[in-house]
């Protein structure tokens, strides 16, 4: 993509006004047109109303013609290959990509190598963010030793030293005891446990079971690991209390039962990831690779019963599951290929198909990308109010391009979605106040005013 | 008949293809067994089998094939190759397609395989069995079989046995005899039934009694233990007695029904020695001479053919 990282740039001191933008609210649910005023890179005041005669004289104003201006975007799952694998990603490459992205604040997953189930990682992500300064970066602390799913890991040390919330990754805990202890292990710290449910021993196939998966000869993960563990979980939480994010969900029959259980009062959310909702199983025809993933992608009904989980508030949030892999992870036979595919640079305009298609109102599909996540992970942006930080983006809700995967800043060029075409693009992401990505035809429009 | 870049699969080939490749092979058949074999429509090509799985009938049947046709002929044996030094598919594929072979037969554990080979060279791509996906010339030799002796495929009922879920063999079968408008059953424990598999246009039949009910044609497909991850049957034993082909499970079939297995057999285990050795029912090595035959009309559909000055096949 043509733009420009912005590094250098001192803090945000002073105010600045964007003026003339089409402002989304997700926490207020609304989209109106108006400005928003930044001081010493917070957010000072924002409406329909504000500098409605005109900027003011003094401080510098940016004119949005007409552009969009949200939170930006909050991603509770990214992978990076630091430390373990940075000739795959690297925390800074990652922070580009997320930055181009739209992307002001990630959390990264814990299953590097080493696996973060030590304080001095957390602290090791934490530093390395402040030598890159460019999108905020958090990180979870693993949920089991190693991510063997045998022994707790140590929560406490982890949350001290800045682990947003636990996690094993992509690897299910498949031990209920170990579940139910982690579960109420983690009620000391009031903290917040993801899990990716899938049942071990029921989702060891290549792609999800099915008609695709039988006449390409590969083994099939049946959907049913996914809502088996769910409903363990479920089960778990009702009888410890504790606090539960389902990750990832991709099957109908999870929503349904998470629906159910939300309804029960339990405390428990979830989340997709694009691919779940934009693709379904016969993009691994043909064996592609770049389409296999965890979990496997689904077929076309349960693709529909995601997007519907998103309408109805079921899924609370969405997230990218950027995971790089190379050449030689990827351009081997389907069984041998690991799986993952990066989506920091694609989330917005993929997640921008929901509001294209009539499915989502762009102040909802932001409470899915920004507020919710942001409040889920007890983060202070991810959303327009007066003093939080002015971490926003500006773009173009109708920009056609075709995604390619020779554009990507990401270092690898795994992603599911090369070759579609599709609308919205970022124009400018600003973190603190301080302007660190800006495409090209956004800096040709102020040139021009 | 339209010349294909690859043979990857039965997939997607028309029933004018397929016929056009029987026709081919019938030809061939009476030069198989007359003394002199040779002719020389692949001579100066060269052929490489690559065979990333250990089998001997498949790997000699084409090299006797290319050989019949004048090609030289080539074996990677990759038990002493660079594959075990950890050289990927793709630089062995590479490393051979800088050779300049007109053709690479490939076999490969792993489905798809060949399909990602075929993408990285530019000769042609025999598909010799990848994973579970297609076997293309053991459907095509089963088919010229079947043709020999009936006729034609077209209102056939089939019955193809046992171990489905596991077989490239099975897959190669289902395409092609639906595509050229014969019937098709799948017979077998559910276990070994992959999810979804009616909707590849077959019958689906847990029990050998009704599965064999009035059938033209018994396929046996050999149970793979070796590809199998946990438990799929009790015991082999077990297996036998319900699903195991002898006379006694014969008898519901058509009196001329035909037996037919792609090897190799484990006899007591799918196939009782009697059933497999009945020269009135058994074309087990019929299907053998007709896969020389097949592999022949494959090799000089796909790579036969004159070139032109620009090294173009004409």
Redesign the interface.
């Known amino acids: 993509m043509s733009g420009n990282v912005l590094r250098g740039a001192p803090p945000h001191a002073g105010s600045t006004a964007y003026i003339n933008a089409r402002i989304i609210d997700p926490t207020a649910d609304s989209e109106y047109t108006g400005a928003v005023l930044i001081s010493d890179g917070k957010i000072a005041d924002y409406g329909p109303n504000l500098f409605a005669s005109g900027a003011p004289y003094g401080i510098e104003s940016v004119d949005c013609r007409g552009l969009y201006l949200a939170p930006g975007l909050v991603d509770a799952r990214v992978h990076t290959g630091e430390p373990g694998e940075e000739h795959k990603e690297t925390l800074d490459s990652a922070a580009v990509a997320a930055a181009v992205g739209g992307i002001t604040s990630m959390v990264l997953l814990p299953d590097n190598e080493p696996p973060f189930d030590d304080a001095s990682l957390i602290e090791f992500v934490a530093r390395r963010a402040r030598q890159i300064r460019l999108v905020n970066m958090y990180a979870y602390g693993a949920l089991t030793a190693g991510l063997e799913g045998k022994e707790l890991a140590e929560m406490g040390l982890l949350a001290e030293a800045g682990a947003l919330a636990f996690t094993d990754a992509d690897h299910a805990v498949g031990n209920a005891q170990v579940m139910r202890r982690a579960l109420y292990y983690a009620k000391a710290f009031d903290a917040l446990i993801v899990h990716l449910p899938q049942e071990p021993t029921l989702s060891g196939g290549q792609m999800s079971s099915g008609e695709m998966a039988t006449r390409l000869g590969l083994s099939g993960s049946p959907p049913l690991a996914e809502v088996m563990m769910v409903e363990r979980d479920i089960r778990l939480v009702e009888m410890t209390g504790g606090r539960l994010h389902l990750a990832k969900i991709s099957t109908g029959e999870s929503v349904e039962v998470i629906a159910a259980a939300k309804a029960r009062g339990l405390k428990i959310t979830c989340d997709t990831a694009a691919p779940y909702f934009a693709l379904n199983d016969l993009a691994v025809g043909d064996y592609r690779t770049f389409g296999k993933l965890v979990p496997p992608l689904r077929s076309e009904k349960d693709r529909m019963a995601i997007i519907d989980g998103l309408k109805s508030g079921v899924i609370d949030a969405i997230v990218s599951d950027h995971r790089p892999q190379d050449q030689d992870s990827k351009r081997v036979p389907f069984a041998q290929a690991e799986p993952g595919g990066i989506g920091l640079e694609t989330l917005l305009p993929i997640s921008l198909e929901l509001v294209h298609n009539g499915h989502l109102s762009l102040p909802r599909l932001f409470q899915r990308l920004s507020s919710t996540p942001a409040r889920l992970f007890a983060l202070p942006g991810g959303k327009l109010a007066k003093g939080a930080p002015a971490d926003l983006i500006l773009f173009d809700a109708n920009y056609a391009w075709k995604i390619d995967r020779a554009d990507f800043w990401s270092k690898t060029k795994n992603s599911p979605f090369d070759e579609r075409p599709t609308q919205g693009r970022v124009m400018a992401t600003i973190v603190a106040g301080r302007t660190i990505y800006r495409d090209e035809a956004f800096v040709n429009a102020v040139t021009a005013a | 008949m339209p010349r294909l870049p690859h043979l990857l699969g039965i997939?997607g080939l028309s029933p004018e293809t397929i016929s056009g490749l029987l026709d081919l092979s019938e030809s061939y058949i009476a030069q198989n067994r007359s003394i002199d074999k040779r002719r020389d429509v692949l001579a100066g090509r060269t052929v490489i089998n690559l065979f990333f799985e250990n089998s001997t009938r498949t790997r000699t049947s084409f090299e006797v094939a290319a050989k019949r046709l004048g090609a030289d002929v080539i074996n990677m044996d990759v038990a002493t190759s660079s594959v075990r030094k950890g050289e990927?598919?793709?630089d062995t594929a590479m490393t051979l397609n800088a050779m300049r072979p007109d053709a690479i037969v490939v076999r490969?554990a792993?489905?798809?395989?060949v399909?990602?080979l075929s993408q990285k060279v530019n000769c042609t791509v025999i598909n010799a069995g990848?994973?579970?996906?297609?076997h293309p010339t053991q459907a095509l030799l089963d088919a010229l079989t079947i043709r020999r002796r009936r006729g034609q495929l077209q209102g056939l009922l089939v019955a193809i046995c046992g171990d489905i879920m596991h077989s490239?063999v099975a897959?190669s079968n289902i395409h092609l005899l639906n595509i050229m408008g014969a019937r098709v059953r799948v017979v077998g424990p559910p276990t070994l039934m992959?999810?979804?598999?009616d909707?590849?246009g077959v019958e689906v039949h847990y029990n050998m009694k009704s599965g064999l009910k009035d059938v033209d044609i018994v396929m046996m497909l050999r149970l793979q233990t070796e590809r199998m991850?946990g438990s799929f049957v009790p015991s082999i034993s077990e297996y036998f007695r319900f699903f195991g082909l002898d006379h006694e499970k014969l008898k519901v079939a058509k009196p001329d029904a035909l037996i037919m297995h792609p090897g190799p057999m484990n006899r007591g285990v799918e196939i009782d020695s009697e059933v497999a050795d009945d020269l009135d029912r058994s074309v087990i090595h019929e299907q053998v001479e007709m896969g020389v035959a097949v592999r022949m009309a494959c090799l000089e559909a796909l790579i036969g053919g004159r070139r032109n000055a620009m090294g173009a096949v004409a």
């Open positions: 997939e990927t598919l793709l490969h792993e489905s798809g395989a399909n990602l990848d994973g579970q996906h297609e490239r897959r992959p999810t979804d598999i909707r590849m991850q």
